[in-house]
C-alpha cells in the first residue's frame, strides 16, 4: 500500500432537515452573507425561499446566474459584489458548477486581481471568505472536497482551483431536494460519480481497501440511478446517489493507491472548453473508448477485476474475454440512461484535436502516470474513437 494523506475538514449535514440546521452552523461567521446559485430552478423549485428563510435575520445579497461550466467572469463578478456588500460568508445552493464557481469566488475576493491568476497558481490563495453548501444535485462531489473547475472562454481552457482554504465549512444534503433534477442532469450526474470513481479504481496499483470503496460506489450508481430516473421521487435512491456523489471524488477512493493522473478529467476539460458540453456527458462518452485504449494483457486483470466484483460476471472466465465485456457493459449502461454513445452527437468535431491534446501537459499531472501512459498521440487516438 502507497503512502497518502487525507483530509476531509467539512461537516455533512444529510437528511430531510438538514437546511434547517445552516443558521446555527453559519452564525459564528457572521451576519451578511452572499448567496450564489445559477438558472431558476432552485427559484421554481422554491428552495432558495427555504434558503432564505433558514437565514431569517442574516443580512442576504445574492448572485444568479452561474453556468454550468462556470466561467471565471461570474467569479469575478459576484466577488466583486461580495465585496461592495462586505459579505462575511457564501452559500452556494446548487450543484457542483455553482459550487465550484463559489470556490472560486470565496478566493477571488480576498485577492486584489483576476480571478483566473488563482486558478493558474493556487499558492497565490492566502485566505477566503467561509464557504456553505446546499447541494441539489449528486455529482461531482464538490460539496465535500476543495477543488473546483472553472473555465475561461477567451482562452478556451477549463481548469481546477484548489487550497485547502476552499474545503466548504458545511455542506447540507436533503434528497429530497433532487427530486426536481431533470432525468438528463440525473444520468449525467451519476456518469460524473461513476468517473471519478474509475480514475482512482482503474489505477496501475490498487489495495483491497480503496478497491471495495469504489467498486461499493460503481455498483450504487448503476443500481440507482435509472431509479432516480425512473421514479424521480424514490428518496432512498436519491440518498444513495447523494453518498456516492460525496464520498465519490473526496480522496477517500483512492487511499493507498498509486496515484492516478485521472485522464478522462484531462481529455474531457479540454473538450468542455472548447465546446462547453455537460461535463458528465463528455465522461461518459470518453470513458469506454479510454477504457479500449487502456486494455493490454498487462492491463486486462485489472478489468476482469472490474467485471466479476462490479457486473457479476463469472470469475472463472478468461481474464481478456472479461475484461472486453465489462467495457461494453459500461458503454451500454451509459446508453440506457439516455446518455449520448458519441462526442458528434453533442456537436464535437475534431477541429481542435492537435490544441487540446497540446495543451493538457502545460496544465496537468503527466498522463504517463496513467493505467495504460498516454501522450499526445494516445489523446488524439481517444478523441477520435470518441467521435
Given at each position: 500500500?502507497?503512502?497518502?494523506?487525507?483530509?476531509?475538514?467539512?461537516?455533512l449535514?444529510?437528511?430531510?432537515?438538514?437546511?434547517?440546521k445552516?443558521?446555527?452552523?453559519?452564525?459564528?461567521y457572521?451576519?451578511?452573507?452572499l448567496?450564489?446559485?445559477g438558472?431558476?430552478?432552485?427559484?421554481?423549485?422554491?428552495?432558495?425561499?427555504?434558503?432564505?428563510?433558514?437565514?431569517?435575520?442574516?443580512?442576504?445579497?445574492?448572485?444568479?446566474?452561474?453556468?454550468?461550466?462556470?466561467?471565471?467572469?461570474?467569479?469575478?463578478?459576484?466577488?466583486?459584489?461580495?465585496?461592495?456588500?462586505?459579505?462575511?460568508f457564501?452559500?452556494?445552493?446548487?450543484?457542483?458548477?455553482?459550487?465550484?464557481?463559489?470556490?472560486?469566488?470565496?478566493?477571488?475576493?480576498?485577492?486584489?486581481?483576476?480571478?483566473?491568476?488563482?486558478?493558474?497558481?493556487?499558492?497565490l490563495?492566502?485566505?477566503?471568505?467561509?464557504?456553505?453548501?446546499?447541494?441539489?444535485?449528486?455529482?461531482?462531489?464538490?460539496?465535500?472536497?476543495?477543488?473546483?473547475?472553472?473555465?475561461?472562454?477567451?482562452?478556451?481552457?477549463?481548469q481546477?482551483?484548489?487550497?485547502?482554504?476552499?474545503?466548504?465549512?458545511?455542506?447540507?444534503?436533503?434528497?429530497?431536494?433532487s427530486?426536481?433534477?431533470?432525468?438528463?442532469?440525473?444520468?449525467?450526474?451519476?456518469?460524473?460519480?461513476?468517473?471519478?470513481?474509475?480514475?482512482?479504481?482503474?489505477?496501475?496499483?490498487?489495495?483491497?481497501?480503496?478497491?471495495?470503496?469504489?467498486?461499493?460506489?460503481?455498483?450504487?450508481?448503476?443500481?440507482?440511478?435509472?431509479?432516480?430516473?425512473?421514479?424521480?421521487?424514490?428518496?432512498?435512491?436519491?440518498?444513495?446517489?447523494?453518498?456516492?456523489?460525496?464520498?465519490?471524488?473526496?480522496?477517500?477512493?483512492?487511499?493507498?493507491?498509486?496515484?492516478?493522473?485521472?485522464?478522462?478529467?484531462?481529455?474531457e476539460?479540454?473538450?468542455?472548453?472548447?465546446?462547453?458540453?455537460?461535463?458528465?456527458?463528455?465522461?461518459?462518452?470518453?470513458?469506454?473508448?479510454?477504457?479500449?485504449?487502456?486494455?493490454?494483457?498487462?492491463?486486462?486483470?485489472?478489468?476482469?477485476?472490474?467485471?466479476?466484483?462490479?457486473?457479476?460476471?463469472?470469475?472463472?472466465?478468461?481474464?481478456?474475454?472479461?475484461a472486453?465485456?465489462?467495457?461494453?457493459?459500461?458503454?451500454?449502461?451509459?446508453?440506457?440512461?439516455?446518455?449520448?454513445?458519441?462526442?458528434?452527437?453533442?456537436?464535437?468535431?475534431?477541429?481542435?484535436?492537435?490544441?487540446?491534446?497540446?495543451?493538457?501537459p502545460?496544465?496537468?499531472?503527466?498522463?504517463?502516470?496513467?493505467?495504460?501512459?498516454?501522450?499526445?498521440?494516445?489523446v488524439?487516438?481517444?478523441?477520435?474513437?470518441?467521435?
Amino acid at each position: 500500500m502507497h503512502s497518502f494523506e487525507l483530509y476531509m475538514p467539512t461537516r455533512l449535514v444529510y437528511g430531510a432537515d438538514s437546511i434547517e440546521k445552516l443558521a446555527a452552523a453559519a452564525a459564528p461567521y457572521g451576519k451578511r452573507v452572499l448567496i450564489t446559485y445559477g438558472g431558476g430552478s432552485v427559484v421554481r423549485s422554491g428552495l432558495l425561499d427555504r434558503v432564505k428563510k433558514a437565514l431569517t435575520g442574516f443580512e442576504v445579497v445574492e448572485f444568479s446566474g452561474i453556468e454550468p461550466n462556470p466561467r471565471v467572469t461570474s467569479v469575478n463578478a459576484a466577488a466583486k459584489l461580495a465585496r461592495e456588500q462586505k459579505a462575511d460568508f457564501i452559500v452556494a445552493v446548487g450543484g457542483g458548477s455553482v459550487i465550484d464557481a463559489s470556490k472560486a469566488i470565496a478566493a477571488a475576493v480576498k485577492y486584489d486581481g483576476d480571478a483566473w491568476d488563482l486558478v493558474k497558481d493556487g499558492s497565490l490563495i492566502k485566505d477566503a471568505l467561509p464557504l456553505f453548501s446546499v447541494l441539489t444535485l449528486a455529482a461531482t462531489g464538490s460539496e465535500y472536497d476543495a477543488p473546483g473547475v472553472i473555465s475561461n472562454m477567451d482562452t478556451n481552457e477549463k481548469q481546477a482551483i484548489s487550497s485547502p482554504l476552499l474545503f466548504p465549512k458545511a455542506s447540507f444534503c436533503d434528497p429530497s431536494v433532487s427530486a426536481s433534477v431533470p432525468a438528463w442532469h440525473t444520468a449525467a450526474g451519476a456518469a460524473d460519480i461513476m468517473s471519478h470513481t474509475f480514475e482512482q479504481y482503474l489505477v496501475i496499483e490498487g489495495n483491497d481497501v480503496s478497491d471495495g470503496f469504489c467498486e461499493t460506489i460503481l455498483k450504487t450508481v448503476i443500481k440507482n440511478a435509472p431509479i432516480c430516473i425512473k421514479d424521480p421521487t424514490n428518496l432512498e435512491s436519491r440518498s444513495a446517489m447523494m453518498l456516492a456523489s460525496s464520498f465519490g471524488c473526496c480522496g477517500l477512493l483512492a487511499i493507498g493507491n498509486m496515484p492516478s493522473p485521472w485522464p478522462c478529467h484531462a481529455i474531457e476539460h479540454e473538450i468542455s472548453a472548447w465546446h462547453d458540453i455537460t461535463h458528465g456527458v463528455g465522461l461518459a462518452i470518453i470513458t469506454p473508448h479510454w477504457m479500449r485504449y487502456s486494455l493490454n494483457e498487462k492491463t486486462a486483470p485489472r478489468f476482469a477485476q472490474y467485471a466479476v466484483n462490479v457486473w457479476g460476471m463469472d470469475p472463472k472466465g478468461d481474464v481478456m474475454e472479461l475484461a472486453n465485456a465489462a467495457i461494453d457493459k459500461t458503454a451500454e449502461f451509459f446508453a440506457s440512461i439516455g446518455i449520448p454513445q458519441r462526442l458528434s452527437e453533442v456537436g464535437v468535431d475534431d477541429s481542435h484535436f492537435e490544441a487540446m491534446a497540446d495543451h493538457i501537459p502545460t496544465c496537468w499531472w503527466p498522463l504517463s502516470g496513467a493505467l495504460r501512459p498516454i501522450d499526445k498521440a494516445g489523446v488524439i487516438e481517444i478523441l477520435r474513437a470518441s467521435l
